[in-house]
């Protein structure tokens, strides 16, 4: 990891993979972190969150997961934030103080979504609590409210955050919401906070309005190409910027049309790569050799503008 370096451009949300048996794989982790590197240019990652079935997890794989991708990690990535976040707050807490223990460069928090907080100050009760217990790492808010359904504002919650939790540096902004999201950076320009942006086929329209990087689970097999269209956007050439979105949605619309999640998206992976990523944890299923074919040709058929 590389401390002090401001967390911005690509965070590829990592997939956890699994033996057939449905055990977590650490053996292929260490090609999985060269691949990321030497083959999609992303050096920044984003460990045990939705793509990295993180709360389908137990603590104590999510410990080893952690502690493997900090490790094979170590002088190759720029950043490993490592998501804490959980439905119990002395568990989210246990996972905050590993994290901290282990080297994390970063730590990241879900809100909790059983139990809700239903406003501002309920939310940030429970963000200081964890991020309290890792008190030298910085803290990102991830903030996804189609799976959590907390609607919690984040240009609302970000107002005087600093003050409650010192180590607060960014958040993962997973919504659609790029009117709150542009007040986020409107309003917090002075702050230096990192905006990350989740929703990778609308990724474009997050730079526009000043988002400074993305989280997203694209970027494990479409990061090289991803990484371009940021730089055509630094140029800028909005119109191969433009190019690079469209093909990504391309491509996305039509998974999405098959039923596409974190079990595609871990055979995606799989044959992109050549890693075997493994099946997803029960509830989820295997993803259909029929969606595998599909995607394949899909991927295989598009033409990006670097060839």
């Given at each position: 990891m590389t401390p002090g370096k401001k967390l911005e451009g690509l965070v590829a949300a990592t997939i956890t993979p699994m033996t057939p048996d449905g055990q977590i794989n650490l053996s292929v982790i260490h090609q999985y972190v060269d691949y990321l590197v030497s083959e999609q240019n992303v050096k920044n990652?984003?460990?045990?969150?939705?793509?990295?079935?993180?709360?389908?997890?137990s603590i104590q794989e999510r410990k080893q997961l952690a502690e493997e991708w900090v490790?094979?990690?170590?002088d190759k990535l720029d950043h490993v934030i490592i998501h804490v976040g959980a439905l119990s707050l002395p568990e989210s807490q246990d996972l905050a103080r590993h994290a901290a223990a282990i080297g994390a460069s970063g730590i990241a928090v879900i809100a909790p979504f059983f139990f809700k907080p239903?406003?501002?100050d309920e939310l940030i009760a429970f963000l200081q609590k964890v991020a309290s217990e890792a008190p030298a790492v910085p803290f990102y808010y991830y903030h996804i409210p189609p799976l959590t359904g907390v609607k919690i504002r984040v240009a609302e919650l970000l107002d005087g955050i600093r003050e409650q939790i010192p180590t607060f540096q960014g958040?993962?902004?997973?919504?659609?919401?790029l009117l709150d999201l542009a007040q986020c950076i409107n309003k917090n320009e002075r702050e230096q906070f990192a905006f990350l942006y989740g929703v990778d086929e609308q990724l474009l329209g997050a730079l526009a309005v000043g988002a400074n990087g993305a989280v997203g689970s694209t970027y494990n097999y479409l990061g090289r190409k991803t990484n371009l269209m940021l730089q055509a956007?630094?140029?800028?050439?909005?119109?191969?910027?433009?190019?690079?979105?469209?093909?990504t949605g391309e491509f996305l619309n039509f998974v999405i049309k098959l039923g596409f999640g974190v079990a595609q998206t871990k055979a995606v992976m799989t044959f992109v790569s050549g890693i075997p990523m493994g099946p997803p944890r029960l509830p989820l299923v295997n993803?259909?050799?029929e969606f595998i074919a599909k995607a394949k040709a899909k991927l295989d058929s598009i033409v990006w503008p670097d060839g």
């Open positions: 990652i984003f460990v045990n969150g939705t793509t990295g079935e993180g709360l389908s997890l490790c094979q990690g170590k239903t406003n501002k958040v993962k902004f997973s919504d659609t919401d956007f630094a140029k800028p050439d909005l119109a191969l910027a433009q190019k690079y979105q469209f093909l993803a259909s050799e």
